[in-house]
């Protein structure tokens, strides 16, 4: 899964995002995604430790114990102030766009590559353990990493693998992995609510909001 709906701006200004919470709404999707998993019994319930993956995780799958993965963290973009201004929606709305190299930098952050450095060796470790089904609550681009390799066995970042707010993936992990579903979110089916990217919506708050600042 993706973690529920947050807010990344705060009058225009970026907030930290390792401690932002959820929102109403983001509180709301995590439900109802959880009612959806209602059935599912998970053997492990994996988060990055961010409190947006910890809280999603609670309303989810709250009769479980939950583990903080930190290597599974959301890939880091760099300081906007250090972004030319006019080159700032460009990076911004266009960062998962197509193939994405290994060596291109999240908003002038971390790279594609780093990032899977530290994912796939967490897969492998988790791939080793025993269990039947597990509930990772996790992130756009983390998850975009993962279903890439699912998909490809190989370090090819395919952004274009959208993540709603509190979607769900399904995988079969293995020798042979299989895609079985993605980006399913039990709060809107068929994506009705926005025609925009998540990084598109992201940019409109930021405008907004810095605008009316």
């Not at 594609?112 to 530290?118: K, N, V």
């Not at 990772?136 to 395919?158: C, D, K, P, Q, W």
């Not at 980006?183 to 907004?208: C, F, G, K, V």
Request: one cysteine or more; a negative charge.
């Amino acid at each position: 899964m993706r973690h529920a709906e947050v807010a990344y701006f705060d009058a225009g200004r970026p907030v930290e995002p390792r401690e932002v919470p959820l929102t109403d709404e983001g509180r709301a999707q995590a439900k109802a995604a959880g009612e959806a998993l209602a059935g599912v019994r998970f053997d492990r319930v994996i988060t990055s430790g961010a409190p947006r993956t910890l809280e999603t995780a609670a309303l989810v799958a709250p009769h479980s114990t939950h583990e903080a993965w930190p290597d599974l963290y959301e890939i880091g973009g760099g300081r906007f102030s250090e972004i030319p201004e006019e080159e700032l929606e460009e990076e911004f709305v266009h960062a998962f766009r197509g193939v994405v190299p290994n060596d291109a930098r999240f908003l002038r952050g971390e790279s594609i590559g780093e990032l899977f450095d530290r994912v796939l060796p967490a897969l492998e470790r988790l791939l080793v353990d025993t269990w039947d089904t597990a509930l990772a609550v996790l992130h756009g681009g983390v998850n975009r990493a993962i279903l890439s390799y699912a998909l490809t066995g190989e370090r090819m970042f395919l952004g274009p693998f959208e993540q709603a707010p509190a979607c769900i993936n399904v995988l079969d992990l293995g020798d042979d992995w299989i895609v079985r579903a993605v980006n399913i979110a039990p709060y809107d089916l068929a994506h009705l609510a926005h025609r925009q990217t998540t990084m598109e919506r992201y940019w409109a708050e930021y405008r907004s909001l810095d605008e009316r600042a």
